[in-house]
C-alpha cells in the first residue's frame, strides 16, 4: 500500500472525476481535506457564488477550519492544446498537496454534443516542492492571506452549508517530517 497520502489523494480524487464522468457527464469544482487524524471531507465548491479569489479564501478557510494537514482540489480551467495550433480548450486540473509539496495533473476535457463531459484525456503529472507559488496547491501556505473580517465571513458561510459536505474517516498513516 502507498503510504504518501499526498499521492493516495491524487489517485483518488482523480479517479473520483472519472467516475463523475462516465456515470453522470459532470465535473464539478471539488476539495477534500484530511486532517492528521484522518477526518476527510469533501466539498463541491462549485455551486457557491464566489468569484475566483473568494472562492480561493473560502477554501483556505474551510481547510483550517477542518484542521486539514493535506488536501485536493479538482477544477475546470482553460488552457492552451499542447499542439502548435496555440488554440483554447477545457481542460480539469487537480491538484493534491501539503503545505510543503504537491501533485498536479492535467486532463482534456471532451464533451458530446449535449454538453456532457463524455472522456478525460490524460495530459500530464507533475510534482513540485513549492506549493505557495501555484495558486491552486497554495491553500495551506501563508501565501493567501485571508482577513479577520473575511475569515469571519467565510467561516459563517462554511458552518451553514458544512452539513452538505460529505464527511469520513481514512487511516492515514505518519509520514517522518
Not at 480561493?56 to 492552451?80: M, P, R, W
Request: hydrophobic share 35%.
Amino acid at each position: 500500500m502507498n503510504n504518501d497520502l499526498i499521492r493516495q489523494l491524487f489517485d483518488d480524487h482523480s479517479l473520483w472525476h472519472a467516475n463523475l464522468v462516465r456515470d453522470y457527464g459532470r465535473l464539478p469544482r471539488t476539495v477534500t481535506g484530511v486532517s492528521v487524524d484522518g477526518k476527510q471531507f469533501l466539498l463541491i465548491v462549485e455551486e457557491l457564488n464566489f468569484n475566483h479569489v473568494e472562492r480561493h479564501k473560502f477554501i483556505k478557510t474551510v481547510l483550517e477550519s477542518e484542521k486539514s494537514t493535506a488536501f485536493a482540489y479538482g477544477s475546470l480551467v482553460i488552457a492552451t492544446t499542447t499542439d502548435e495550433s496555440n488554440e483554447f480548450e477545457e481542460q480539469l486540473e487537480i491538484v493534491a498537496a501539503n503545505s510543503r509539496r504537491y501533485i498536479c495533473g492535467s486532463w482534456r476535457v471532451i464533451r458530446d454534443s449535449d454538453g456532457f463531459a463524455m472522456e478525460l484525456q490524460h495530459l500530464c503529472d507533475s510534482e513540485r516542492d513549492n506549493p505557495e507559488k501555484y495558486p491552486l496547491a497554495w491553500f495551506l501556505t501563508d501565501a493567501p492571506v485571508v482577513s479577520k473580517s473575511e475569515r469571519l465571513r467565510y467561516e459563517t458561510i462554511w458552518s451553514h452549508i458544512r452539513n452538505d459536505a460529505r464527511f469520513t474517516n481514512r487511516k492515514v498513516v505518519r509520514q517522518p517530517c
